[in-house]
């Protein structure tokens, strides 16, 4: 084969491997969380009247079973609903549907509905006012059995490792622990209303940290400055290591 026989071949060869192969393909359908599942179908039971107002949920485990899924999964699905006003939590009770003079659904945040504005350097922010202060009461007003929990929680988040499930629930217990720690049973309550929030923002923070080697250690010690400052009863330290936990997981998420 002469030269230019050879260069031409060469150049038919670089040609074909230029042009992109054609593929048949679908777009790819993001499967919906378990917890939205169990909404939907909750939200079913109710706006079909199979569950009236003022009916009483199942309790924790039969809705476990019934669907399958984790107790994780179905407490993110009622934080949800109450979040939304369509159950209420009554203490030592179970869950009930509202009836339409008790269910306020005006207020929402979400981060996956596409009709709501709420982004996650929203949910920071509001964290951040909450949390904070939140850190300093239970710093004051923890007593020994509360630090025993809280104690406990940190040894679970320490323990989760690489597990990015376990550690986005041992996480969001350990801040919701303090929120009760302060025995403000309003807090408490908005705690609980952020509780669906709490854990999309930990669960993006954690997958962040994951994707990088040493950063999940790091952030466990973020964890325990907290937990010093709330046992030596320090207020003040206290929210500044809320505070600056929070901010350093947005500037790792790059929202700063």
Avoid: W
């Avoid at 499967?31 to 909750?42: E, F, G, M, N």
């Avoid at 899924?69 to 509202?98: H, M, N």
């Avoid at 709501?116 to 949390?131: F, G, H, P, Q, S």
Wanted: aromatic share 4%; net charge positive; glycine share 6%.
């Amino acid at each position: 084969m002469d030269d230019e026989s050879r260069q031409s071949s060469q150049s038919r060869l670089l040609s074909r491997r230029s042009v992109a192969a054609k593929i048949k393909s679908k777009p790819i359908v993001r499967p919906d969380r378990l917890s939205d599942l169990v909404i939907d179908a909750l939200r079913n039971d109710m706006e079909s009247g199979r569950i009236g107002p003022g009916s009483r949920l199942p309790s924790e485990k039969d809705l476990t079973e019934s669907f399958n899924v984790s107790r994780t999964v179905i407490r993110e699905a009622i934080s949800r609903l109450q979040s939304d006003g369509l159950v209420v939590s009554r203490q030592g009770s179970g869950v009930y549907v509202t009836s339409p003079s008790e269910g306020t659904r005006a207020f929402r945040l979400g981060l996956n509905d596409p009709h709501e504005k709420t982004t996650a350097r929203d949910i920071y922010e509001l964290r951040i006012c909450v949390e904070s202060d939140a850190a300093g009461l239970a710093a004051l007003r923890r007593g020994k059995t509360d630090l025993a929990m809280l104690e406990k929680a940190l040894k679970t988040l320490s323990a989760a490792g690489g597990d990015l499930e376990k550690g986005v629930n041992a996480d969001v217990q350990f801040h919701r622990l303090i929120a009760r720690l302060t025995k403000n049973s309003a807090i408490i309550r908005f705690h609980e209303f952020l509780a669906s929030m709490l854990t999309d923002t930990v669960r993006l923070a954690r997958a962040n940290s994951a994707m990088h080697e040493g950063l999940t250690e790091y952030v466990a010690t973020e964890h325990v400055a907290i937990f010093e400052a709330i046992v030596a009863g320090d207020a003040e330290k206290a929210r500044h290591a809320m505070r600056m936990h929070l901010n350093k997981a947005q500037e790792r998420l790059g929202l700063l």
